[in-house]
């Protein structure tokens, strides 16, 4: 469920601009991300930092795109967000005894601390990819492309990476049963 919550964002983008064009979808993408945060701070009672940065970076590049009329601006952001959380993943094996996805999901999953290393890696690699990807698909393709990329592709490609880990982490999920 909170996957398809943190999705909606993307679906009102892509949706807004199939059904009017790239500005009104951009209004679209900050209004949601914001509604998203306010959503996650009323019922968890606290601020989800990716959420808040995410529409923070799309309050910036939607409204230099906006106030520019230029395109371009928006396409960037899933490219500065996946290199945030890229950089933000890495600089977390130099900052402190735990990386940032042991912090994050050891109240979930108990997993021994080179799993853990290993795992915030392959995060690191994954944001990189798609920081990459992103702006090469932007590039080199349509804008109609890059909108059909973005969404469901990025998810897809999501999803599968996620799908990866699971040989590579049951044997710690079965011995938590």
Do not use: C
């Amino acid at each position: 469920m909170k996957f398809l919550l943190d999705s909606l964002p993307a679906l009102v983008f892509l949706g807004a601009y199939f059904l009017f064009d790239v500005y009104a979808a951009t209004i679209a993408l900050i209004v949601s991300l914001f509604l998203l945060v306010a959503y996650y701070g009323f019922t968890e009672k606290r601020l989800h930092k990716a959420h808040f940065v995410t529409a923070l970076i799309a309050l910036a590049l939607g409204g230099l795109t906006l106030y520019l009329r230029n395109a371009t601006f928006i396409q960037y952001k899933p490219t500065l967000v996946y290199g945030i959380f890229a950089l933000a993943l890495a600089g977390s094996h130099l900052v402190g005894d735990k990386v940032l996805l042991q912090r994050m999901g050891e109240k979930s999953f108990a997993l021994p601390d080179p799993v853990w290393r290993k795992v915030n890696v392959a995060w690191v690699v994954y944001f990189a990819f798609s920081a990459a990807l992103n702006i090469w698909v932007a590039k080199t393709f349509s804008y109609d492309t890059w909108m059909l990329f973005k969404f469901p592709g990025t998810l897809i490609l999501m999803f599968v990476f996620m799908l990866a880990h699971a040989p590579f982490l049951s044997p710690y999920l079965q011995e938590q049963k």
